[in-house]
């Protein structure tokens, strides 16, 4: 049995979307982090980061959510959820996922905790600030892809795990002065993403209630 580690509305949320699409039996383990479930050292033996997710699949412990998505989609979707190997537009997908896991999420993770790159108030705003402005420009990046990609994703036509995982980021800014929805494309992108079966029933079981994004 697939068992996946999560929080809610945690970076489990792209994988978690990707169990629920393909529809393969698994189950939800949750943390509760404000008990610090995931620092605590029976998890810590799986994952040693203590981050979240972590997905167990027939023995195998896998960390680090872009992992977790491409081992998901080659195993069990059946070529559905990614292009063939060796095909341009498997090269397009390892792109965009290094993209967003590398530089999207990481700039999200230096908005949302700027405290760790700086001690004073007034030091901490300004990495905040920044990280907006830097988040910013890599959504207009998207935006910008999205409306030439062709069709209503990322890759064009064909649904992949890009889309989960763009729409899991994008629901991060939801906050910040200029969100992921304010953009024409972008906006469409998640409205059309939250239609889905399979996105639906996923915040259902993380208890997370709209507006999504």
């Known amino acids: 049995m697939i068992q996946l580690y999560y929080y809610p509305g945690n970076a489990n949320l792209a994988p978690h979307m990707i169990l629920e699409e393909m529809g393969i039996p698994y189950e939800l383990v949750l943390l509760d982090t404000e008990k610090k479930e995931h620092q605590q050292a029976a998890y810590m033996k799986l994952n040693p980061t203590g981050k979240i997710p972590t997905l167990l699949d027939d023995g195998l412990v ?49 908005y949302f905790y700027p405290h760790r790159l700086a001690q004073e108030e007034a030091a901490i705003a300004q990495v905040k600030a920044n990280a907006e402005a830097r988040v910013a420009e890599m959504i207009d990046l998207l935006e910008n892809s999205l409306a030439q990609s062709g069709g209503a994703y990322l890759l064009g036509e064909q649904f992949t795990l890009l889309d989960p995982y763009l729409f899991m980021l994008c629901r991060w800014t939801r906050n910040m002065h200029k969100p992921a929805r304010k953009r024409e494309h972008l906006g469409r992108f998640l409205n059309l993403l939250a239609e889905r079966p399979c996105v639906q029933r996923t915040f259902e079981m993380e208890g997370i209630a709209a507006p999504y994004f």
């Open 62 to 110: 896998l960390t680090e959510t872009a992992a977790i998505c491409l081992h998901l989609a080659d195993k069990y979707s059946g070529g559905k959820l990614v292009p063939a190997l060796g095909t341009p537009q498997r090269a397009q997908l390892y792109r965009w996922l290094m993209y967003l896991t590398n530089t999207l999420q990481a700039e999200l993770i230096t």
